[in-house]
């Protein structure tokens, strides 16, 4: 894909992001942005990962679509959601990116190479948010994938399995 179609896709995403806000009242202090998850097609992983903003360098990853809205900034009854990335053991190649409230990422590797944390999400479910779930998938081999989804059921993927609630995300 050449960067300026890129590029423009990547606007396209923002755009129905910034677009689609909530129009609730927020509680004091929140910005939204959107979450935004995409996977890998490269090489056969589809390894999902949720970002605000993906990095130029990682263009085998496509948009998958929103998982709504965390805060840039700091609220009330909030925590950050930081991104981690989980090595493979034995497959070389293969890692797993996942988001966890945990800074330091369930013993697992903080990933701080293009930004910070993903943003600030509720503790408990207030007006105009919802779960934010974290699925796992475990693709065989010692290889896994994690995923968020605002869907309990981990939108009905076989052989995966909802690990946590994550906070809740403004939608």
């Known amino acids: 894909m ?13 755009l129905a992001a910034v677009s689609a806000a909530p129009v609730l009242a927020a509680p004091p202090g929140v910005n939204y942005q959107g979450l935004l998850r995409y996977y890998n097609t490269y090489d056969g992983s589809h390894d999902h990962w949720t970002v605000v903003i993906l990095p ?10 929103g998982v709504g809205f965390a805060s840039s900034t700091e609220f009330e009854g909030s925590h950050l959601l930081y991104t981690c990335l989980m090595l493979s053991d034995n497959i070389t190649n293969r890692a797993d990116f996942f988001s966890s409230e945990d800074p330091a990422c369930e013993g697992q590797q ?3 190479y293009h930004w910070g944390p993903l943003g600030y999400v509720a503790n408990t479910q207030i007006a105009g948010t919802i779960p934010l779930y974290r699925c796992l998938t475990n693709k065989g081999g010692g290889y896994y994938d994690h995923f968020d989804t605002v869907h309990a059921d981990c939108e009905g993927i076989t052989q995966t399995v909802n690990e946590k609630v994550l906070g809740y995300v403004f939608y």
């Open 56 to 65: 130029t360098h990682h263009e085998n990853f496509k948009l998958q679509g």
């Open 2 to 14: 050449t960067k300026m179609k890129r590029l423009a896709t990547l606007a396209a995403a923002l």
């Open 110 to 112: 903080r990933y701080t």
